[in-house]
C-alpha cells in the first residue's frame, strides 16, 4: 500500500523552503508515495505561486484559506481532510504549520508529524510579529515526533538544544542533478537563452556581474552588498550588481541604490520564478545573509558552476567545505565581501577552481534523491513507531 504523505506551507513565493519542497515532491512521486501539497493562505488569496508551480507539475494540491494567526478551526479543517484522505504522514515545512498542528495534542491529532526547519528569518531583539510567531514555533518542536534540519550547523540553536536529540535528524536540501552520471561539466552560459528577459541579459553582459537572489528582507544583508559594490567601483572595477527577489525592503535598496549613485550599476529584477537559469549569466554569485538553513540558491549556483561568496552561517560553511568550494566571509562586512569578490575577479584560476570543485561536490552530497530517500526512513520509522504503540494500547485494553 502506497505512503500517503500531507506536506503543509505557508508559502510567501517560490523562494527556498517552496523549491526544496518541490523537489521533494518530485521523487516522492517517482519513489511510489501520495504526496499532497496543503497550501495555507489568508482569505481572499486567489492562487499562490508555489500553488501555480505545483499544478503545472501535475502534483495534487489543497489550498486551505484562513484567517491570519492561530487559527486552530482552520487546523480541525486540515486535520479532517487528512484523515478522510487516509494521510500516514504529516509534513510541516514553516513556523505556520508548527504552530497549527505541533501545539495540537497528540490524542486530537494522532497522525505522527515531522517537521522540517528550513531556517528562521528574524535577525534582531526586538519584539515583533514574526519573533512571537517563531517563539510559538519553538515551543511546538518540543511536541513534534520528529524535528528535521537542513544542516549540521543548526543543531547548535539555542532554540534547539532542549529537544530531545533522539528525535533531530539531518537530511540537506537537494537538487535536481540531471548530470550526475556524465563525467564532463555542462558549458555555461547556454546557447539558448530564448525564454530569459533579454533585458537582464544584456545588463549583466554589460560589466563584471554579481548575482544575488533572494528575497528582499533585512536578514539577506543586500544593503552590504550594495555598499560593497561602491568599494569595488572605487577601486576601478566595472562590477555591477543584479538583485533577483520581491520584499518589503524593495523601497529602502532603491534608496540606497540612489543614495551611492548606482542606478546604472544595480538592477532590482523583482521576483523570477525561473530565477536559477540566469545563474550561469553572473560572473559571481553572493550570499550577504546573516541569517540562513542550508539555501537552495547555494546549491544551484554550484551546479550552475558559478563561483561563489558567501556568509559563514547557517550550513553555507558545511556545504562550501571552509573555502574549498567558494570563499567564505563574515557577515554584515561590505569589505570582506568586496575583498572576496576581488579576488575572483583578479584570479580566473582560482574562480575556475572554486567553481569545478563547488559542481563535483552539488552532485555527489546535494542530490534530491538523496534527500527523499533520507525522509522515507524517517516515515516509515514514524509509522512503525505508531502501529507499535497502537498495538500494546489494544493489548493493554484487552488484557
Known sequence: MSMKVLHIID??????????????????????????????????????????????????IEKFRMTPGPNYMGALKMLKFARKEGVDILHSHGY?????FGLMPKRIRRI???????????????????????????????????????????????????????????IHNGIPIQDHAHPHLPTFPPSDAADLDPHILSFCRGGYTIGAIGRLSTEKGYRYLIEALVLLIDEGIDAQLVIMGEGYERDYLKGLVAQFELTNRVMLSG??????????YFNVFVISSLTEGLPITLLEAMHARTPVVATEVG???????????????????PDAIAIAIRRLH??????????????????????????????????NALIDDARARQEIGLRSDLG
Open 96 to 100: 505556520k504549520g508548527n504552530i497549527l
Open 11 to 60: 508559502s510567501g513565493g517560490l523562494y527556498g523552503a517552496e523549491v526544496v519542497l518541490l523537489n521533494l515532491v518530485t521523487e516522492q512521486v517517482k519513489q511510489g508515495l501520495e504526496p499532497i501539497i496543503a497550501s495555507i493562505g489568508e482569505k481572499g488569496i486567489a492562487e499562490k505561486p508555489l500553488e501555480t508551480e505545483a499544478t503545472m507539475r501535475g502534483f495534487r
Open 271 to 280: 521576483y523570477r520564478e525561473d530565477a536559477k537559469q540566469y545563474l550561469p
Open 315 to 333: 550550513g553555507i560553511p558545511e556545504v562550501l567545505e571552509q573555502d574549498r568550494a567558494g570563499l567564505l566571509i563574515e557577515p554584515c562586512k
Open 346 to 379: 583578479c584570479d580566473k584560476e582560482l574562480a575556475n577552481e572554486l567553481k569545478s570543485g563547488a559542481y563535483h561536490r552539488v552532485t555527489i552530497r546535494y542530490a534530491s534523491n538523496t534527500m527523499a530517500l533520507g525522509y522515507i526512513d524517517i516515515y
Open 112 to 170: 505522527p508529524m515531522v517537521t522540517t526547519i528550513h531556517g528562521w528569518t528574524s535577525t534582531g531583539n526586538g519584539f515583533g510579529r514574526m519573533r512571537l510567531y517563531e517563539w510559538l514555533d519553538s515551543k511546538s518542536l518540543r511536541l513534534m515526533d520528529t524535528v528535521v534540519l537542513v544542516s549540521e550547523a543548526m543543531k547548535s540553536h539555542s532554540r534547539l538544544r532542549c529537544l530531545n536529540q533522539s528525535r533531530v535528524h539531518v
